[in-house]
């Protein structure tokens, strides 16, 4: 390869997603996905919208997912805006609203995605440290922006900032773009959409991968004032005018129709983190205080590197990061009960507590 070909190539260094590995009976804990399936809504939904009409486009303004989600959050639909997870709609706002001469902001920890998509699109950007206990410090984003964006509780971590520290964090950049993403949201934080009505620089990104499991289906959607979401919709008209397929469109109008199914849902994993997270510190572990589906833990007298591994070869997968100040955590997704004493088993076993 030409060295101007090798360098175009070195630019473009992709994200990483966990592994989705083919083996069967493996307990799959490293992509934060929802440990039980879809509302049978959902199901239903997607079946009744598999017909002949599938040789037609479907809506491209998906007005009554927009109006679904708007009645949701009580907010319009001219508020709304939707994509195919948040990764297409985050992909979308770095390119609408993250252009600037000062640096976006965001914290040294966290979403991997967003370094990546900054250097994909020329996007200056610098990180904000987290404090000695892993919390983002708002005080700590009083210098010159361009934009800020946090993950609200924030990952890998799981820790949650409140609204009041977010409308703090507004009210210092009323200038500029602040987005809120809040893909874990449901399982114990406040959500910062009730901001929006007082802050036209807010916007605050959903998904339904997570609360919803719909991780497949690919739904997710952003709120805030009509102008910053009309600036997300030019962007998608000049890419790609169908965010979303017929199915996906019935499926997430199902979805989040089903209130009780999503409040079993809720309860189901914040119940079995408190459980993970007592069975994690009865053998050692330092467990951060998640508001997510997923905890961030490390054992003082093990390398999570080490522990990953010898997970993985008892067919349990967690994340494990290698940046060096988070290269002794785990990042373990909540899962069913069974799931979870797999997993404290397999540890005890590795521990040498068996
Ligand atoms: N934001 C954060 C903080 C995430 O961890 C993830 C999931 N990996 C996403 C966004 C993307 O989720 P999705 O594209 O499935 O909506």
Not at 130 to 153: F, K, Q, S, T, V
Not at 171 to 193: K, W
Not at 249 to 278: C, H, K, P
Request: with cysteine; hydrophobic share 45%; charged share 20%.
């Amino acid at each position: 390869m030409s060295r101007f070909w090798s360098q175009i190539v070195h630019d473009l260094t992709p994200y990483v997603p966990g592994e989705q590995p083919r083996l069967a009976d493996l307990v799959k804990l490293n992509t934060n996905e929802c440990p039980v399936g879809p509302s049978p809504l959902v199901l239903q939904a997607i079946r009744d919208a598999t017909t002949d009409a599938l040789r037609l486009y479907p809506d491209p303004t998906a007005t009554a997912l927009r109006q679904a989600i708007a009645a949701c959050h009580q907010v319009r639909p001219e508020q709304v805006f939707v994509g195919n997870g948040s990764d297409e709609v985050l992909a979308h706002v770095f390119v609408a609203l993250f252009r600037h001469e000062a640096p976006l902001l965001f914290p040294d920890i966290t979403y991997s995605f967003y370094p990546v998509w900054c250097r994909l699109h020329g996007i200056g950007f610098e990180t904000v440290p987290l404090d000695a206990d892993m919390r983002i410090r708002i005080e700590a984003y009083a210098r010159p922006a361009g934009a800020i964006i946090l993950a609200n509780p924030n990952a890998p971590t799981g820790i949650a900032l409140s609204r009041a520290e977010i409308a703090a964090l507004l009210d210092a950049h009323p200038d500029q773009p602040v987005v809120i993403d809040e893909a874990y949201v449901d399982f114990g934080a406040e959500t910062a959409i009730p901001l929006v009505a007082s802050h036209p620089n807010l916007l605050v990104v959903h998904t339904l991968s997570k609360s919803r499991a719909l991780a497949g289906l690919r739904v997710a959607y952003a709120i805030g004032d009509a102008a910053l979401i009309e600036a997300l919709t030019r962007v998608k008209d000049s890419f790609n005018s169908y965010p979303l397929d017929r199915l996906a469109q019935q499926g997430a109008i199902a979805a989040l129709s089903d209130e009780a199914w999503f409040r079993q849902t809720r309860s189901l994993v914040m119940e079995n983190r408190a459980y993970l997270r007592q069975g994690l510190e009865r053998l050692g572990f330092a467990v951060l205080p998640s508001c997510a589906n997923f905890v961030f833990a490390r054992h003082p007298m093990e390398e999570g590197a080490r522990l990953a591994a010898a997970l993985r070869e008892r067919a349990v997968l967690v994340r494990h990061f290698a940046s060096p100040r988070i290269a002794d955590y785990l990042r373990i997704s909540i899962g069913t009960r069974a799931q979870m004493d797999r997993l404290l088993s397999a540890l005890s076993e590795i521990l040498g507590r068996a």
